[in-house]
């Protein structure tokens, strides 16, 4: 097996180290807490939301850069919490985020479906509201690939997590309530599927060997964003066919018919180079259109990543008139603005 190179100083303080370096460059948008002081780990929004405003926060295992962080800003997240790589945050630190960001409307948490996650946000859940704070949580789980692993129960949170965050941001900068902009996002859930491929694996670095193995040729489809087993392996492939593979079974669940709308969604797995991004790109907006969909909206780059894993993921949301405004309005974090 081939050495892993890699930018850092101590394997096991990667996470601390790479926010104190995203703090100093994006400090305009964002602060980190907990540095300084060993205190619960997690980031805000420099500025803080008007009053009475829903705050919308999320966060999980780190090595899926920009999610969460990069996400945080005007018209998306007020907080995100950072846990160590491919790991949950620890209540304590959801609770503190929560907190944090209250400014008298409650808190939306989003949380991707993975049991540690799910465990966690819970009972962050249950200590804020013993302080007053009023919390709704939405589970994200759009990843087409499998219905239950080890990691979740159910269906896992992938790239969907993106646009569920934006959408619920954008929901409460216009002054939603909170049941309102909790309801936004339950139906992005509702109507955002995923896929992903692994061309090679990615490399945690206290680890410090690849998280899984792939032959020369060969590929995995429909793998997880941690290195999780997808539904199968198979010899490499045209961008065309895998495209295809990614895209049909995402359409096929949700139920896709022509005259409908979605964003596309090509999101990288953090080694794969833009090129190829747009390539797939290419590739599944023809396939939608074949099918009579159009596409109203795009997103192409990497999201949702998975260290330096080689793949991507193929993401589509139905989109109706409130969704695409919701998806239109003002967003400025350091990884998505315009």
Request: net charge negative.
């Amino acid at each position: 097996m081939r050495g892993v190179k890699k930018l850092i100083d101590d394997p096991n303080a990667v996470v601390e180290d790479s926010l104190r370096g995203f703090a100093q460059v994006h400090d305009a948008h964002v602060r980190v807490h907990g540095l300084a002081d060993d205190g619960p780990l997690y980031v805000t929004r420099a500025a803080v939301a008007p009053p009475m405003t829903v705050a919308v926060i999320s966060g999980g295992g780190s090595g899926h850069d920009p999610l969460h962080a990069g996400f945080i800003g005007e018209g998306m997240l007020d907080a995100a919490v950072p846990g160590p790589m491919f790991t949950s945050p620890t209540a304590d630190a959801i609770a503190a985020a929560i907190r944090a960001v209250d400014v008298g409307a409650g808190v939306l948490a989003i949380v991707k479906n993975y049991t540690g996650d799910v465990l966690n946000f819970d009972m962050a859940a249950e200590l804020a509201e013993l302080d007053g704070i009023e919390v709704s949580q939405v589970l994200v789980n759009d990843d087409v690939a499998v219905e239950d692993s080890t990691w979740t129960a159910g269906r896992r949170g992938v790239a969907g997590t993106v646009l569920v965050e934006k959408i619920a941001g954008a929901a409460a900068a216009r002054g939603d309530d909170l049941a309102d902009v909790t309801a936004i996002a339950e139906r992005v859930v509702t109507n955002v599927r995923s896929m992903g491929v692994a061309l090679a694996p990615g490399t945690v670095p206290h680890v410090g060997k690849p998280g899984f193995d792939l032959g020369e040729d060969e590929i995995e489809i429909g793998i997880g964003i941690h290195g999780e087993p997808g539904r199968r392996r198979i010899p490499m492939a045209s961008a065309a066919e895998i495209t295809w593979q990614l895209l049909e079974p995402v359409t096929a669940d949700l139920g896709l018919t022509g005259g409908e709308r979605v964003l596309l969604f090509v999101n990288g797995m953090g080694g794969t180079p833009l090129s190829e991004l747009y390539l797939v790109y290419a590739h599944a907006r023809a396939l939608l259109e074949a099918q009579g969909v159009t596409v109203a909206r795009s997103l192409v780059g990497n999201y949702v990543t998975s260290l330096e894993m080689q793949g991507a993921s193929v993401t589509v949301l139905r989109l109706d008139d409130e969704l695409k405004s919701l998806w239109d309005a003002p967003v400025n974090t350091p990884a998505l603005r315009w």
